[in-house]
C-alpha cells in the first residue's frame, strides 16, 4: 500500500490517478495509524507554505513524518510537500515559519532585478549534476529551495538568473520541487520508477 497524506492542501487528484497507474492500492488519508502501514508515503499538494504546515502540525502528522523519515523509509514529497521537508520559509512569515526540517536547506522568494514573471509557472528543463540538460517538467511555485548541500541535489532547474534544486534524494527520500504528474511521459515514468523502487 502507498499512503498519500491529506492534510488540506490542494490538487490531490492528479497524483493519485498518476499513482493507481503504478499500484492499484493507493490510500489518501490522515489516519497516522493507517498511514504506518504503507510500504512508502507521498506528500504532495499544492498552496501556501504556512498554511501546510499549520495542518500537517494540527493533525500531529508532523510528528509522524519526522518519523518517518528518520527511519529511512520511502517518502516522496511534490510541490509544496518538497518545500515543507525544508528548514523554513519566508512566505507569509517574513521573520520563515519553521518547517519539518528533514532536510537542511530554506525556502525563499525568486528575486530578480529585471520583469521577470513570478511565479515561475510552466515547463522548464531540468539540469543534471554534470550540467547535462534534461527532460522538461512542469513548475507552478514563487518560491524556491536554496543553501541546499550539493550531495543531495538530483537535477537543478534555472529560472533567469536563478539556479535552484528541482529533486533532492536523500537515502530513501526523494521529493521534486515540479509536478511529475502534470508533466506528461516523462514525470509519469520518474513515478513509476519510484513506485518499482520501493
Known amino acids: 500500500m ?27 488519508s490522515r489516519d497516522a495509524d ?8 507521498v506528500l504532495p499538494g499544492d498552496g501556501a507554505f504556512c498554511a501546510a504546515m499549520e495542518n500537517l502540525t494540527a493533525s500531529g502528522l508532523d510528528v509522524f513524518l519526522r518519523d518517518w523519515a528518520g527511519k529511512d523509509l520511502p517518502l516522496l514529497g511534490i510541490c509544496i510537500g518538497f518545500q515543507v521537508l ?29 520583469s521577470t514573471r513570478v511565479p515561475h509557472m510552466g ?9 547535462s540538460i534534461k527532460d522538461y517538467m512542469y513548475f507552478v511555485h514563487s518560491y524556491h529551495a536554496k543553501d541546499v548541500p550539493r550531495e543531495i541535489i538530483e537535477y537543478c532547474c534555472r529560472y533567469d538568473s536563478c539556479l535552484f534544486p528541482a529533486a533532492v534524494r536523500r537515502g530513501r527520500l526523494m521529493a521534486y520541487q515540479f509536478h511529475p504528474e502534470k508533466s506528461g511521459k516523462r514525470g509519469l ?10
Do not use: C
Not at 525544508?86 to 529585471?114: W, Y
Not at 515547463?123 to 550540467?131: E, M, Q, S, V, Y
Open 86 to 114: 525544508f528548514e523554513d520559509s519566508t512566505e507569509d512569515a517574513p521573520q520563515g515559519m519553521p518547517g519539518l526540517a528533514i532536510l537542511p536547506g530554506k525556502i525563499r522568494r525568486f528575486a530578480f532585478s529585471n
Open 2 to 28: 502507498i499512503g498519500v497524506l491529506d492534510y488540506g492542501m490542494g490538487n490531490i487528484h492528479s497524483i493519485l490517478k498518476a499513482l493507481r497507474r503504478f499500484d492499484p492500492d493507493v490510500v489518501f
Open 189 to 198: 515514468q520518474l513515478l513509476e520508477n519510484w513506485v518499482k523502487s520501493i
Open 34 to 41: 493507517l498511514l504506518a502501514r504503507s510500504r512508502a508515503l
Open 123 to 131: 515547463w522548464n528543463r531540468l539540469i543534471d549534476a554534470d550540467g
